[in-house]
């Protein structure tokens, strides 16, 4: 299977905080799930962590290559550039992910990479898989509470997306 493309200093096992989560479902597409997570008018209704979100140049509100936008999370106002952006096409995966940041002192500021992959499987079936690293002392709290609140979130918003691209389908 298809892995996330990660700089260097946001690799896995290198960062404060790390999260994976991921599920593979019939009868839907990749190109279904990229329609819906590129829309961020949808983040608020497939995860109840993200609101306030706009876009710097007033582009939005879908995703595109290179764009600025902010939301809030975890009560965090996080700006965000989208890095990576491939949309599905000739079999290939889809891939997103966005630098976000937390301004602030070195008590307050966050650093992420929260990349997404949207891979077609044999048997008329989509995997889709969100990972996130993060730097910063608000990380390390995160990692070290139990359960982890950015994995019951993520897997929050990864549920929703399948759940608003089976509706959008219908």
Known sequence: ???????????????DNYV????????LSAADIWAQLINTEAWPVM????????FHDNSGPLL????????TTFGFAVEGKVVEFVAPANGEAARIAWHGWV??????RLDVHHAWLFEDL???RV?????????GKPAVALRN???NPMLNAHQEWIEGLVRVAIAARR
């Open 1 to 15: 299977m298809t892995h996330i493309v990660w700089p260097t200093e946001y690799l896995p096992g290198n960062t």
């Open 20 to 27: 994976s989560n991921e599920i593979i479902i019939a009868d």
């Open 47 to 54: 995860y109840s962590n993200a609101s306030e979100i706009r």
């Open 64 to 71: 595109n290559a290179g764009a600025r936008f902010r939301f």
């Open 103 to 108: 301004e602030g002192n070195a008590d307050e």
């Open 122 to 124: 044999p048997g008329n």
């Open 127 to 135: 995997r889709v898989l969100t990972q996130e690293t993060q730097n």
């Open 145 to 147: 509470s139990l359960p």
